[in-house]
């Protein structure tokens, strides 16, 4: 029987990269809590430790601008218990799914040598990913992601929904860990949970 995994992240792409993540090792993904920001996820994540006593569990954050994976983790949450991966992607999960170059460059419709080779070093990758789409041939993927001239947002209408397509078909995880130490280290840690080397108290 396959392992079950609950998770919880910070907003809509991050649920169908973890989904993808869990897919990928094997196991089944449980219910997905998306906490529609970081901060609310802070605040819920003892509640998620004190879960993950008696089940299996996923915690991804950004890392954003917040200074070192490991003092982000130590400063949320110093006792994670034994059935939680709590996994922090560096900058961000966009950088994960930039770790994929030849694959992102033919969805976006841009060359690969356009594709930061360490993306893991890119501050703001959300940015960098408008920005290549920006520089793509297809007018379907300017026009979604993309934000109009004179706009407020920093991302077009469809991102999320072209991010979503293309994390959830295309992206490949084994590949992007290649390029990614911190979704190399998250793949290995749900590897492990989903084998039983970590797991809730019976």
């Not at 995994?5 to 449980?30: N, P, Y």
């Not at 917040?66 to 966009?94: I, M, Y």
Request: hydrophobic share 45%; aromatic share 4%; net charge positive.
């Amino acid at each position: 029987m396959r392992a079950r995994i609950c998770a919880a992240v910070e907003g809509k792409t991050d649920k169908v990269v973890v989904e993808r993540l869990i897919a990928h090792v094997g196991a089944e993904a449980g219910p997905v809590y998306v906490a529609e920001g970081k901060p609310n996820l802070k605040k819920r994540i003892a509640g998620y430790n004190q879960a993950a006593q008696h089940s299996l569990w996923l915690v991804l954050v950004d890392l954003d601008r917040d200074g070192c994976a490991p003092s982000l983790r130590d400063a949320w949450l110093p006792e994670p218990s034994s059935g939680l991966c709590f996994r922090v992607a560096v900058h961000a999960v966009e950088a994960w799914l930039m770790a994929d170059a030849e694959t992102l460059a033919g969805f976006l419709g841009v060359a690969r040598s356009n594709i930061p080779v360490n993306p893991e070093s890119v501050p703001d990758p959300k940015a960098v990913l408008v920005e290549l789409a920006a520089g793509s041939h297809r007018r379907d993927i300017r026009e979604d992601m993309v934000p109009q001239p004179g706009s407020s947002r920093r991302v077009g209408p469809a991102y999320t929904s072209r991010i979503i397509e293309y994390a959830g078909k295309h992206w490949h995880p084994d590949t992007a860990a290649l390029q990614a130490t911190s979704l190399e280290r998250a793949i290995r840690c749900l590897r492990r949970l989903a084998a039983g080397a970590l797991s809730p108290t019976p």
